[in-house]
């Protein structure tokens, strides 16, 4: 199955009140995030104990393991941003508490569990260790800029509390928070609008190391474990195109010594070769990538998949990611100790509900806490308007389940163990779903009185998945890569021989009303773009620029037109509707951060989507990984 989680790429929830147009309404929320029980990130621990990962490598070297995943530190705190020390031994972290004076960066022995505070700034974050395991450099925002502070690491509580050191950056202006050292500790790297400088230690002299292309910013700088080579993320300042390249270095890159003219040797003796692209993603890198041990391969985060995850690819040849993880993002590798630590998101999931027609009354949670994992509720509304149809792991296993149309009476429809994405059929009767199986994932059939679920498309080691009726109630529509790669298939209701709709790409299709047309993402990646089909066959057309969902699943086909959630370009997402008819948007209302799921009723009035209850931030560690 794919990933249905929110894809958020913050640990930090903008609680603004939800707005339409023209009336507003508005709900009050805590501005951080509200932090979980303790028994809760105990129950996490002893689960994920428990737990058996194969991460996998490229596949030019490949290989399967039993690893363990577990908590860094089993505290109900905020943890994120890990940095491993370069003997493998310690690890720094930002943690944010609701205790006063315990935010800030972190040092933590791994083997033994000690804890050490270095700072007492909640906003201190993204801690980079010196080669030498001595020093530790952080940011800190101020009011109009953000600086870069150097404190001692001391992994030990035998001093008192260490002296903090701002980095003299001059007139350049930091503007990412993500640093590095450089390999021999006498500079640190960072972001400026123009791209990414070094700057020494000793002389604040400084030295460009690249020069973003306009509209393009670069960022994320990462050391090969040999310093002849750093990794950079290039990032597009419009759209959602991220690259991640690898830049060969030759001379003196540190800034830390004179020429005999007094200038500094850097700036003469260091040579930049062309980058060579690792990978490029319709997507957005979540933290600075990272080299595995060996430097054969990078590990990187990308919520390619609508959710954050870890990927792995080559570093000397061009070749396609792999996921390893689809649950981290601010990898960290150990040089020494073949541990991996990531950061991990952990949400309670709501379906709210937005009456367009009535927006004083105000956002309402329609049920509450279907899922403490990763994975979202896909809520879906009825065609007659009676019943809604959603996930929910409350019976311990993701599973279908059903309400009446106002929340109450919920019901477990099926019993399979991790099923998803429902999608009702035009007579109101039925359910179709995916099931994520051994062989691969497969699609089902249920009554929605109950009753035994039918078997439409097993498992057959392809991906199945995203199933949904055609208008007349006669084919399911589904997502299969049995071609090779996503496309859109369709199988008759009562079970056959799947046919092939779309081929050049196709997830989650949606029939129109009157059902001249398919509808269909035309990737499982964020921000896909919308297509259309004939469902007589035909050219595969792009519905309209305009539609730019921020999922696959943020979007519905109702009787007035598709209703979807898409970027404002003023930071909140925005519910708009597109009438295909006109080919016009309007804008339906305002949400605080962008839900994973949307539907709509079927006169478009009435729109379900999930939240966050609440979400914590954890650092993961993997024992073993190679």
């Known amino acids: 199955m794919p990933s249905k989680g929110a894809g958020l790429e913050s640990t930090a929830i903008d609680t603004a009140p939800f707005s339409t147009t023209p009336a507003t309404w508005s709900f009050s929320a805590h501005p951080y995030f509200i932090a979980i029980t303790l028994a809760i990130s105990l129950f996490l621990a002893a689960t994920l104990l428990l737990q058996k990962v194969s991460f996998?490598?490229?596949?030019?070297d490949s290989f399967t393991t039993i690893q363990r995943i577990r908590p860094l530190i089993n505290l109900s705190d905020e943890t994120g941003e890990p940095a491993f020390s370069p003997n493998g031994s310690y690890i720094a972290f930002h943690r944010y508490s609701s205790i006063r004076q315990s935010s800030g960066i972190f040092v933590q022995n791994i083997a033994s569990g000690e804890l050490l505070q270095l700072t007492h700034n909640p906003d201190d974050g993204f801690p980079a260790w010196s080669p030498d395991s001595r020093s530790i450099a952080f940011k800190r925002p101020g009011n109009r800029e953000a600086s870069i502070y150097i404190i001692p690491s001391m992994p030990t509580n035998s001093v008192a509390t260490p002296t903090e050191r701002k980095l003299d950056t001059g007139s350049l202006i930091p503007v990412r928070r993500e640093i590095a050292w450089s390999p021999d500790g006498h500079s640190i790297v960072f972001t400026t609008a123009s791209g990414l400088f070094l700057v020494s230690l000793e002389n604040s002299s400084p030295h460009q190391l690249t020069q973003?292309?306009?509209?393009?910013?670069?960022?994320?700088?990462?050391?090969?474990?040999?310093?002849?080579?750093?990794?950079?993320?290039?990032?597009?300042?419009?759209?959602?195109?991220?690259?991640?390249?690898?830049?060969?270095?030759?001379?003196?890159?540190s800034g830390g010594?004179?020429?005999?003219?007094?200038?500094?040797?850097?700036?003469?003796?260091?040579?930049?070769?062309?980058p060579t692209q690792i990978a490029s993603d319709h997507a957005n890198v979540l933290g600075a990538p990272q080299w595995s041990v060996d430097s054969r391969s990078v590990i990187f985060s990308s919520d390619r998949g609508s959710h954050p995850g870890l990927w792995r690819v080559s570093a000397t040849m061009r070749d396609t990611p792999v996921q390893i993880n689809d649950a981290g993002s601010y990898p960290a590798v150990s040089r020494i100790g073949n541990h991996l630590a990531y950061q991990r998101i952990t949400r309670n999931l709501n379906i709210w509900e937005i009456n367009v027609t009535a927006p004083v009354a105000g956002p309402r949670i329609l049920i509450a806490s279907t899922s403490e994992t990763d994975q979202g509720p896909g809520p879906q509304i009825s065609p007659d308007g009676k019943k809604a149809a959603y996930m929910s792991d409350r019976s311990?296993?993701?599973?279908?389940?059903?309400?009446?149309?106002?929340?109450?009476h919920p019901r477990q429809l099926a019993s399979l163990g991790n099923a998803g994405s429902p999608r009702w059929s035009p007579d109101s009767q039925s359910v179709v779903f995916d099931v994520g199986q051994r062989n691969g994932p497969a699609i089902y059939s249920v009554s929605g009185a109950g009753g035994t679920p039918r078997l439409l498309v097993p498992s057959d080691t392809n991906s199945?998945?995203?199933?949904?009726?055609?208008?007349?109630?006669?084919?399911?529509?589904?997502?299969?890569?049995?071609?090779g790669n996503f496309q859109v298939w369709k199988v008759p209701a009562e079970g056959g021989s799947p046919v092939q709709v779309t081929y050049h790409g196709g997830h989650a299709a949606l029939a129109s009303r009157d059902g001249k047309f398919i509808?269909?993402?035309?990737?499982?990646?964020?921000?896909?773009?919308?297509?259309?089909?004939?469902?007589?066959?035909?050219?595969?057309?792009?519905?309209?620029?305009?539609?730019?969902?921020?999922?696959?699943?943020?979007?519905?086909?109702?009787?007035?037109?598709?209703?979807?959630?898409?970027?404002?370009?003023?930071?909140?997402?925005?519910?708009?509707?597109?009438?295909?008819?006109?080919?016009?948007?309007t804008n339906l209302a305002t949400l605080p951060i962008p839900p994973f799921w949307l539907t709509a009723s079927p006169d478009a009035r009435s729109i379900l989507f999930d939240q966050p209850g609440w979400?914590?931030?954890?650092?993961?560690l993997v024992d073993n990984f190679q």
């Open 464 to 483: 199945n998945v995203c199933p949904s009726f055609s208008a007349d109630g006669k084919w399911v529509y589904f997502a299969s890569t049995r071609s």
């Open 212 to 253: 973003s292309p306009p509209d393009a910013q670069d960022w994320g700088a990462s050391f090969s474990p040999d310093g002849t080579r750093f990794l950079i993320v290039r990032s597009q300042q419009s759209g959602f195109h991220d690259e991640i390249l690898s830049i060969r270095l030759s001379g003196n890159c």
């Open 615 to 620: 979400q914590q931030a954890q650092i993961m």
């Open 56 to 60: 996998t490598a490229n596949r030019h």
């Open 257 to 274: 010594s004179l020429d005999p003219s007094g200038e500094p040797a850097s700036l003469s003796s260091c040579s930049i070769a062309d």
């Open 396 to 408: 311990g296993a993701k599973e279908i389940w059903l309400a009446d149309r106002d929340g109450t």
């Open 519 to 585: 509808y269909y993402a035309k990737s499982s990646y964020a921000n896909p773009e919308i297509w259309q089909i004939s469902t007589n066959g035909g050219a595969e057309q792009l519905v309209s620029p305009l539609l730019n969902p921020v999922t696959w699943a943020a979007w519905s086909v109702t009787g007035r037109g598709i209703v979807f959630a898409h970027p404002s370009g003023q930071g909140r997402p925005v519910v708009s509707l597109y009438d295909p008819s006109t080919h016009r948007l």
